[in-house]
């Protein structure tokens, strides 16, 4: 299990740049290649918006679906966009390993930008749920 509080950041896939830095500047992208039909998510990169990277990326990966990282750090789109990923897993679609490892990752690395700080109370009480059960 990932502990978003303690996650690595995300890089480039290119350059290996963080681009948890500036993550509200518009200067990176999520991209997923999917089979024909669109219900296996088969591989997934991180790249830097608009240059180089960008460019080398899509021309290893081809077609692909994508959205800018900083749409989905707005707390509103990253609740539709989970929403969105844990209803196509219940009807039916997969991820890689791989593709679903980068997804929770990306998550992980989102949530402390969308989330707020918890109070003391409520840290006392996420430990004692964690140690109870799997979260
Ligand atoms: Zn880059």
């Known amino acids: ?18 681009l948890m830095e500036g993550v509200s500047e518009y200067s990176a ?3 997923w290649k999917t089979n024909e039909d669109g219900t296996v998510v088969e591989d997934i990169y991180f790249a830097c918006k608009g240059g180089e990277c960008d460019q080398k990326m899509s021309a290893v990966y081809g ?15 990253f609740i539709n966009w ?3 990923i844990m209803t ?4 039916g679609h997969t991820y890689s390993d791989k593709a679903f490892e980068k997804i929770i990752l990306l998550a992980a ?3 402390n930008v ?6 003391e109370a409520e840290e006392k009480r996420f430990r004692n749920l ?6």
């Open 29 to 31: 992208l999520v991209a």
């Open 63 to 77: 077609p692909t679906s994508w959205e800018d990282i900083s749409d989905l750090a707005i707390p509103a789109v």
């Open 88 to 91: 196509k897993l219940h009807d």
């Open 114 to 119: 969308v989330t707020r700080e918890m109070t």
């Open 1 to 18: 299990m990932v502990d978003f509080r303690r996650v690595e950041p995300i890089f480039c896939d290119s350059c290996g740049k963080n």
């Open 82 to 84: 989970m929403l969105s």
């Open 109 to 111: 690395n989102l949530s």
């Open 130 to 135: 964690q140690e109870i059960n799997n979260y």
